[in-house]
């Protein structure tokens, strides 16, 4: 079953760290773009990171300079290394897989699989 | 950037059918997006994608009732026979190079 499994939210003081992991199984992290998407309280999904199947990242602009997204494939799992956090980085995180959808000269990505979130609380 | 604009929020009958719409910015016309369902509480789960000519791919064990179409900018979601669960917030999505959009979701609401 293909499956992803969030760990490593909880309270954190603004301007702390936390380091949050997404294990999957059912499938490999090197093969896949991943992704880390959040959702604060009340509020709509907002893309954060991804990594590429070559190791390229992308993080959203609110987040550069601050977050990591990396991986580490001996254990086929996703890590999101946020520094300087904020009050507004409070959210739920949820590990993601893309998947890719190609044809003649292009390509797409969007995600198919979900993992079930970690929830992360800046706060002092 | 695409910015995918959908309406905050709609409504139907138990048993009815329902179209959610998801907009595409100008110039963007052409993408292909997905649709996720959040039930109350839980995470997202991906539902379809739907390219411009209207074809859509489900996910794995998406009900019959759950539909893709497009047209033009346009790409919607549509839910026959709605159920209890269907009550949940839809979101589309989309990508650029090097990034993913959604749209601000969509509450639908079974009456």
């Known amino acids: 079953e293909v499956q992803l499994v969030e760990s490593g939210g909880g309270l954190i003081q603004p301007g702390g760290s936390l380091r949050l992991s997404c294990v999957a199984s059912g499938f490999t992290v090197s093969g896949n773009y991943m992704s880390w998407v959040r959702q604060a309280p009340g509020k709509g999904l907002e893309w954060v990171s991804v990594?590429?199947?070559?190791?390229?990242?992308y993080h959203t602009d609110s987040v550069k300079g601050r977050f990591t997204i990396s991986r580490d494939n001996s254990k086929n799992t996703l890590y999101l290394q946020m520094n300087s956090l904020r009050a507004e980085d409070t959210a739920v995180y949820f590990c993601?897989?893309?998947?890719?959808?190609?044809?003649?000269?292009?390509?797409?990505?969007?995600?198919?699989?979900w993992g079930k979130g970690t929830s992360v609380t800046v706060s002092s | 950037q695409p910015v995918l604009t959908q309406s905050s929020s709609a409504s139907a009958s138990l048993g009815s059918s329902v179209k959610l719409t998801c907009t595409l910015s100008?110039?963007?016309?052409?993408?292909?997006i997905a649709w996720h369902q959040q039930q109350p509480g839980k995470a997202p789960r991906y539902l379809m994608r739907?390219?411009?000519?209207?074809?859509?791919t489900k996910g794995s064990g998406v009900p019959d009732r759950f539909s893709g179409s497009s047209s033009g900018a346009d790409r919607y979601l549509t839910i026959s026979n709605l159920q209890s669960e269907d009550e949940a917030d839809y979101y589309c999505?989309?990508?650029?190079?090097?990034?993913?959009?959604f749209g601000g979701g969509a509450k639908l609401t079974v009456l």
């Open positions: 100008s110039g963007h016309s052409t993408y292909i």
């Open positions: 993601a897989r893309d998947r890719e959808v190609a044809g003649p000269g292009w390509y797409y990505y969007y995600v198919d699989v």
């Open positions: 739907v390219g411009n000519g209207g074809g859509y």
């Open positions: 999505e989309t990508w650029d190079t090097n990034t993913r959009v």
């Open positions: 990594i590429y199947s070559d190791d390229t990242t």
